[in-house]
């Protein structure tokens, strides 16, 4: 019987900056299906971001993730995905100043519920 390999993909990785001509940071907001996503860029612009051949099967994006978007030439509007960030990368980006504090805070997990009113 082979051994399960636990934790394969937390092995560290060098850590992808943005430069700010040709990749952004982004957070996913929903999912549009085929691998395609709403997500709010760095420079403050919604765009359609596609997941790369590459990760499409292998890399679960869900709502609330931090990318690493790399812009189309031509077309300002849509971009691919290169990279998800774990949440310790996401950390030294915070402590480094890469990304701020209200880019990752998103309004829904601020929604209070009155349970005493329901």
């Known amino acids: 019987m082979a051994k399960k390999q636990r934790n394969k993909n937390m092995i ?3 850590l992808s900056f943005a430069d700010n001509v ?4 982004g957070i996913i907001q929903s999912p549009l299906g085929q691998g395609q996503f709403v997500a709010d860029c760095s420079d403050s612009i919604k765009r359609i971001a596609k997941v790369r051949g590459k990760d ?3 890399v679960w994006i869900q709502p609330n993730d931090i990318v690493l978007l790399s812009l189309r030439e031509g077309n300002n509007e849509r971009a691919d995905i290169e990279l998800k960030y774990m949440q310790k990368e996401i950390k030294i980006l915070k402590d480094n100043g890469y990304i701020e504090d209200s880019f990752t805070n998103t309004e829904g997990d601020n929604i209070k519920i009155d349970f005493d009113r329901i």
């Open 22 to 25: 040709n990749t952004v940071y």
């Open 56 to 58: 499409y099967k292998r």
């Open 12 to 14: 560290d990785r060098p």
